[in-house]
């Protein structure tokens, strides 16, 4: 009896114990009761963003994208057109996807994405968050590691060119010239090129020796300089001993910054007048040809050198004399006071106005704008190759590569030609490079022992000290992928 009472009364509890549970509301996030009233949602996340073959057979393979925060970036195979493309992607099931005026249901609704797409999703509560969809044609594979190299370092717009035996195989372009009109940036689009305009100077310098204007063995001042017109005879004798070859070699000795970075008391001055103060108040810290230090004033110097022989304003020269007749285009020179025609917008990440700079003054030294392109099609001038003329002969190709018998202030050999670096032993592919360095400036290009040669253009320079290594290893990953 007392076994069947206390059966019966564990049947009760469990009993009542079901059915206090079953009074209470299952919850989930976003949907159900809480303490009686609709607990409403507030996910407007997009998530797992792509392109799937079951939704676009045209594509042949599925397409991922890279998302950095509420841009997403994403590539589609060459020759798909980004007209009309379903996307695939994940929401809050309360949540609502609109593109402009449509609904969009994830794997059924077509949506245009040749141009810049912002998609809405609206929480069930009402909040809404945008997204940005860049998609573009091209190699996912290169473009991957690109928009890795974006988000690591915060760069809006990118320009990327490959050219293999004279030929250009690859061309891309990414994010946004201008952030404020959010314009894309594309391959015909210019970007400043910093310290990469020292080769277009070396390349005029070249010109000019080889018109039989200048030896590289000329004095530049001095009454037995080739500016002696210009500057005089009054300056000191230290002055008088640097020749063509050493200002292009950075073994001038010349310490003082006349044209970029610390040179404050040269601001506001025009190209002739930096280089007068810079006789008059500047620094030879070194024998002439001894020692290597890299130094805007050499190539601010050689700007004016290629100027006074030429008769003609630096880029003038370039295209009229060395360019133009080669057929090369989407090279310029830069202003202080923004874009000119077709070039990108520059951002600087630490306050820094990138407009500062008086690339003007000092074209030859970090002046020159270019699109990616272009410099590939300079490259194959240059290059030694077969398929396109070169425009300088072997002799002087063989003099501008050959890296400099000097010795850098640390006392090592000397990583540099004529205008271009050479010598580094973590590139072995790259016969000669070169980089830039200015705020919102960061750029590099590349010639290869095998021709597979490539440039990469910035429109901003983050101060993670490791950018300008990250940036060479994309390249140099780049140039990799197409060997």
């Keep these: 009896m007392k076994n069947t009472l206390k059966l019966h009364l564990i049947l009760l509890l469990a009993v009542g114990s079901i059915l206090a549970a079953c009074s209470k509301d299952d919850t989930t996030p976003g949907g159900g009761k809480d303490n009686g009233k609709d607990k409403v949602s507030t996910d407007n996340s997009l998530r797992n963003f792509s392109f799937a073959t079951a939704s676009n057979p045209s594509l042949g393979q599925n397409c991922t994208s890279i998302e950095n925060g509420t841009t997403i970036y994403i590539t589609v195979p060459e020759g798909v057109s980004l007209a009309s493309l379903v996307p695939t992607f994940k929401v809050h099931e309360k949540a609502t996807v609109i593109v402009g005026s449509t609904t969009v249901q994830s794997g059924s609704t077509s949506v245009d994405f040749s141009n810049t797409v912002t998609i809405t999703v609206t929480a069930e509560n009402g909040t809404k968050r945008y997204y940005t969809i860049l998609a573009k044609n091209g190699d996912a594979t290169v473009d991957s590691k690109v928009y890795s190299f974006m988000i690591e370092h915060e760069i809006p717009g990118v320009s990327v060119a490959i050219s293999k035996d004279e030929e250009i195989v690859y061309t891309s372009a990414y994010g946004f010239a201008d952030q404020l009109g959010s314009q894309r940036v594309t391959p015909d689009h210019m970007f400043r090129l910093a310290s990469m305009s020292k080769q277009h100077t070396a390349i005029a310098i070249m010109t000019l020796m080889e018109q039989g204007k200048l030896k590289l063995t000329d004095k530049v001042f001095g009454k037995d300089g080739l500016l002696y017109n210009a500057f005089g005879d009054n300056m000191s004798s230290a002055w008088k001993a640097i020749t063509v070859e050493q200002i292009l070699s950075h073994t001038s000795g010349i310490e003082t910054e006349a044209f970029f970075g610390a040179c404050s ?219």
């Design 265 to 483: 008391a040269y601001s506001g001055k025009s190209q002739n007048e930096r280089i007068a103060t810079l006789l008059q108040k500047g620094t030879v810290k070194w024998t002439p040809g001894t020692i290597y230090e890299y130094n805007n004033s050499n190539f601010g110097i050689l700007g004016k050198v290629v100027e006074d022989l030429s008769g003609k304003s630096f880029m003038k020269f370039l295209k009229e004399d060395v360019y133009g007749p080669a057929g090369i285009t989407g090279i310029d020179c830069g202003v202080n006071d923004g874009p000119i025609k077709g070039e990108v917008m520059h951002y600087s990440q630490n306050s820094v106005n990138p407009y500062d700079n008086n690339v003007e003054a000092g074209v030859a030294a970090g002046g020159v704008v270019a699109t990616a392109t272009g410099l590939m099609q300079l490259m194959a001038r240059i290059d030694y190759g077969t398929k396109v003329p070169d425009f300088l002969s072997k002799e002087t190709l063989d003099k501008m590569y050959t890296q400099i018998n000097a010795v850098d202030t640390d006392g090592d050999k000397a990583q540099y030609a004529l205008g271009w670096r050479t010598g580094y032993s973590n590139y072995p592919d790259w016969k000669a490079f070169h980089g830039g360095t200015l705020a919102g400036v960061c750029p590099i290009w590349a010639r290869s022992y095998d021709n597979v040669n490539g440039a990469i253009l910035c429109n901003s320079r983050s101060y993670n000290k490791s950018i300008d290594s990250d940036l060479w290893h994309l390249l140099e990953d780049i140039q990799d992928h197409f060997r």
